[in-house]
């Protein structure tokens, strides 16, 4: 049996966090993604773009309302 883990809330504020992005514990993933891209908009991610892509390419991985946040967002938001 293959156990897959799954990219949840947690993993994905997790890695917003890893990229210095200030996020409250327990933040939703529209909350996480929100912060992310007014940071972005203020000053700048470094890792942010390439993370976005990277998570989008798991998307078989990844719990649903990840997914929503990041296409509602983050996509957009990064172009």
Do not use: N, W
């Amino acid at each position: 049996m293959m156990i897959v883990d799954l990219i949840d809330g947690d993993d994905f504020r997790d890695r917003l966090v890893a990229l210095g992005i200030r996020i409250p514990e327990g933040a939703c993933p529209e909350t996480c993604a929100r912060m992310a891209l007014r940071k972005h908009a203020e000053v700048g991610v470094p890792g942010l773009q390439e993370l976005v892509h990277e998570l989008m390419e798991q998307t078989d991985v990844m719990l649903p309302s990840v997914r929503a946040a990041i296409e509602r967002f983050l996509l957009p938001g990064l172009r």
